[in-house]
């Protein structure tokens, strides 16, 4: 009987422990089941309001107020990004001295006679660049303004230690990018390609320009470059749109009336503003700004995503009018475009 009983009390038990593992077995796999469901739908889905909070950030310094916290930001953060760059100010100086590092110094304000140690002298005024090789210093008859950068390889044979656009016979305006209008003043000092500007030179690329109305476009954060504006005349109206919120810009069919709020920042611009504007950001000129536009480590071609056509998607999506109306360009907008 001691038996029996046993043997009776140990199938029930084997019995309910049976079904009672499988049932936890069918209920983990369908848990395990639904948080694969949901984690490939989290991955594949568009951005949702989240994205309104992504980085990085448009950053200014009002160079011509002195605006040393503005521009330690700027550097901290492109420093960050770009190993072996540097940026610096001189603000109203006779010279700069010499350093074991390859320069190259644009002069914002002021002009006169520069010398330098090894490369010659030359006549300098607002536009123009100078490259300071290592152990090179400039020395100049009168105050200068400088933005200097440190850049992480030497300029190549054959181009001049001062570079003038406004001077130079081998730089001639060139429409394009920012400035497209036939008589368009837009002059390249450093250029990625040789078929549009005399001086090649990979490490940072700038050309001169007069923005009055630009694409909105953003250069990708893999395979993309920084830029800089660095802002050297303006007309009353000049200003910069820009947005880091591109992951939402393209998937218009996402966009909510309030989101669309949130998605450009206008910056009124004046002379003497250094603009950084990282891989990422959406931006496009306005109304009249010449400055130059420089990109570490330079133009690479097909790095200039267009936006305008979904901005536009978005104004006639929403139906958005007069003030709440997105802005974009007219004719980058009938189609995608890719620079």
């Not at 469901?37 to 980085?55: D, G, L, M, W």
């Not at 540097?86 to 074991?100: E, G, T, W």
């Not at 390889?153 to 060139?174: C, H, L, Q, S, V």
């Amino acid at each position: 009987m001691f038996y029996l009983n046993f043997f009776t009390f140990n199938y029930g038990i084997g019995q309910y422990l049976e079904k009672y593992t499988m049932k936890t077995f069918f209920t983990l796999l369908i848990s395990i089941l639904f948080f694969a469901v949901i984690v490939a739908f989290t991955k594949n889905a568009p951005p949702q309001k989240q994205a309104v909070k992504e980085q990085p950030h448009m950053l200014v310094a009002h160079l011509s107020r002195g605006d040393t916290s503005g521009l330690a930001a700027i550097r901290q953060a492109f420093v960050q990004r770009n190993q072996g760059y540097d940026v610096a100010y001189y603000n109203q100086v006779l010279s700069i001295p010499a350093a074991d590092k390859y320069r190259i110094a644009f002069v914002q304000q002021g002009g006169g006679t520069a010398e330098l140690t090894q490369h010659g002298a030359s006549k300098i005024s607002v536009g123009d660049i100078v490259y300071l090789d290592k152990g090179e210093k400039i020395a100049t008859d009168s105050l200068i303004d400088y933005l200097v950068f440190t850049v992480p390889k030497p300029m190549p044979a054959g181009i001049p230690a001062f570079i003038r656009p406004d001077w130079d016979e081998n730089i001639t305006d060139t429409p394009g990018g920012c400035a497209t209008e036939t008589n368009a003043y837009r002059r390249i000092l450093l250029t990625w390609k040789g078929e549009v500007g005399p001086y090649l030179y990979h490490a940072l690329n700038a050309h001169r320009v007069r923005i009055m109305d630009s694409f909105t476009h953003y250069h990708p954060v893999n395979g993309g470059f920084d830029e800089f504006y660095l802002v050297q005349m303006v007309m009353p109206k000049a200003k910069l749109i820009t947005s880091p919120h591109v992951n939402l810009i393209t998937h218009p069919d996402i966009v909510t009336s309030d989101q669309a709020d949130e998605l450009l920042n206008i910056t009124q611009l004046q002379v003497g503003d250094f603009v950084y504007l990282p891989r990422g950001i959406v931006h496009r000129g306005l109304d009249g700004v010449l400055a130059q536009v420089i990109t570490v480590p330079g133009f690479i071609p097909g790095s200039e995503i267009g936006v305008d056509h979904h901005l536009r998607n978005i104004n006639e999506k929403l139906s958005l009018k007069d003030q709440a109306t997105l802005l974009y360009n007219e004719e980058a907008s009938r189609s995608a475009v890719i620079r």
